[in-house]
């Protein structure tokens, strides 16, 4: 796939600045108190900068209030705590509840625009100090604020007659808008100016913000990398047994699982759930991570939201990878420890797809992709990623300007140390490393990968700058590739079979 277009495009980082901060630049005071962060070469980094409250004790499961002000100049050179979680990506996990955190990336200079950052972690783990974004703060001249927000039943319990049921982490997202639109400008960002970004289930919430009615006026475009308004799934998909189902839920169905879950805790009502200490609540901690819509949150399903045109009219970039599912397929077997086989493949095929699964299996043959693994693995990555993303790409695009992408390295860095037990391509997440330095890892990338990563951050910097990433807008199917040997024009319904 060779460009069809040519892509004037400025490089960002070729504008920022290299001057390195001084002493007086590292104290900035916040409409709560003075703050001093630290040098970073070109870049100043904030970190464990409180944006709300902690919600603990009688403020847990309630919408986020503001933080207390302090006194004098308070340290901010390192993390806060993650918000509570079982281990995963933080191999430790967290039993913190104040975790309401922020940190910011400022180049030198003022009226920068803003990338506020929502990661992922599938509303069950994960934490915004994981994302070191200095070379994205540097060489995209823009200012980056990574965030925690509550997490699994912490922020999206469900209960009757709960005021916030489902909704907790989202509105933590709305509050950490609200105090970048506050406090930004102190940093040398534009709040005028503020790009809502995330992957996976950051992206997931930046569409649920998009029709969100308490997101009203908190940003001003929007990112989504592998996550949308429509992301969901059938049976057997990612392990088996799995049951099909969509990343938002009704009302209804939250709060009667968190009765449910109140019930085997022998409470009665939510405050009874308060009063239980951490380690009691943290055996359901995964059993709730689906924003539940039907709320003041979300009034309405957000898939629904976008195909009738009722979202905030920011321009938008969106995309996903060309392998999304090969990590989980890669894990199906012998408890994570094996890629799908044969047999398993047949026997799934017809669990899930019944009459049609000879008609599935015609498209996603074992024979044609090489390997039953494989074969798998795009079925899941077209039917609950690419073509979801699609569809919520044409929803938005009847009414704002979208740019269309996907992430196509073939060998990008590896996200994990295990050796991998089939070939995982721009598997999900692996564009995470073109923008950030994961977990305290640097990534190790050839000389095209680098350049790939630098053009990417460009594409984006233009996008939150300007509101225009260099290509041209979405019109149906297209987008852009990235890859590091070609970026060039991809058809997605063909490519994925959204038809």
């Not at 960002?12 to 001084?22: E, F, H, I, K, M």
């Not at 799934?233 to 699982?257: C, K, M, S």
């Not at 398993?344 to 095929?349: G, I, K, Q, W």
């Amino acid at each position: 796939m060779r460009l069809r277009w040519v892509v004037p495009l400025v490089a960002a980082g070729l504008l920022a600045s290299t001057a390195v901060a001084s002493a007086d630049d590292l104290v900035v005071r916040t409409g709560y108190g003075a703050v001093r962060g630290e040098s970073g070469g070109s870049t100043r980094v904030f970190e464990g900068i409180p944006y709300a409250a902690p919600p603990v004790h009688d403020l847990r499961w309630r919408d986020p209030r503001p933080p207390a002000k302090w006194d004098g100049v308070r340290d901010a050179v390192e993390p806060g705590p993650a918000c509570a979680q079982l281990p995963g990506e933080l191999p430790k996990g967290s039993d913190s509840e104040d975790c309401l955190y922020l940190n910011v990336t400022a180049p030198a200079g003022k009226h920068k625009p803003v990338v506020v950052w929502l990661h992922g972690g599938g509303y069950y783990m994960g934490g915004g100090s994981n994302y070191d974004a200095r070379r994205f703060a540097e060489r995209g001249d823009v200012v980056v604020v990574t965030i925690n927000y509550r997490l699994g039943i912490f922020g999206f319990l469900g209960m009757p007659g709960l005021p916030g049921s489902g909704t907790f982490g989202l509105r933590d997202q709305q509050a950490a808008l609200k105090w970048v639109r506050a406090n930004i400008g102190a940093f040398g960002g534009d709040p005028r100016n503020v790009t809502l970004a995330g992957q996976s289930a950051g992206a997931m919430s930046v569409c649920a913000q998009l029709t969100s009615p308490g997101a009203a006026g908190l940003f001003d475009k929007a990112v989504m990398q592998s996550g949308s308004c429509a992301t969901g799934w059938l049976d057997n998909f990612e392990y088996r047994g799995e049951q099909e189902a969509t990343i938002f839920q009704p009302l209804d169905a939250v709060a009667a699982h968190g009765a449910d879950v109140a019930r085997e805790l022998k409470c009665a009502d939510v405050e009874c759930l308060r009063g239980k200490e951490i380690e009691k609540l943290m055996p359901y901690q995964r059993a709730f991570i689906q924003p539940a819509y039907g709320t003041a949150a979300l009034p309405t399903y957000p898939g629904d939201a976008v195909r009738d045109g009722r979202f905030h009219r920011v321009p938008v970039l969106s995309g996903t990878t060309r392998d999304e599912a090969r990590p989980w397929i890669a894990a199906y077997e012998d408890n994570g420890t094996a890629a799908m086989r044969p047999d398993t493949f047949e026997t799934v095929l017809a669990e899930t797809f019944g009459d049609q699964a000879a008609a599935v299996r015609a498209v996603y043959s074992p024979e044609k992709y090489g390997s039953a693994a494989l074969a798998w693995a795009a079925l899941v990555t077209d039917k609950m990623w690419s073509c979801t993303q699609l569809k919520t790409d044409r929803g938005l695009a009847a009414k704002t300007r979208v740019y269309a992408y996907e992430f196509a390295d073939p060998t990008p860095p590896k996200l994990s140390p295990l050796p991998p037990t089939m070939p995982l391509g721009a598997q999900h997440a692996s564009d995470l490393w073109d923008f950030f330095d994961l977990g305290g890892r640097t990534p190790k990338f050839t000389p095209a990968q680098e350049k790939l990563s630098e053009r990417m951050i460009d594409h984006w910097a233009a996008f939150a700058a300007h509101g225009e990433p260099g290509w041209p807008r979405f019109r149906g199917s297209d987008a852009l590739s990235f890859a590091p040997d070609a970026i060039g024009q991809v058809d997605l319904t063909a490519t994925h079979h959204c038809d």
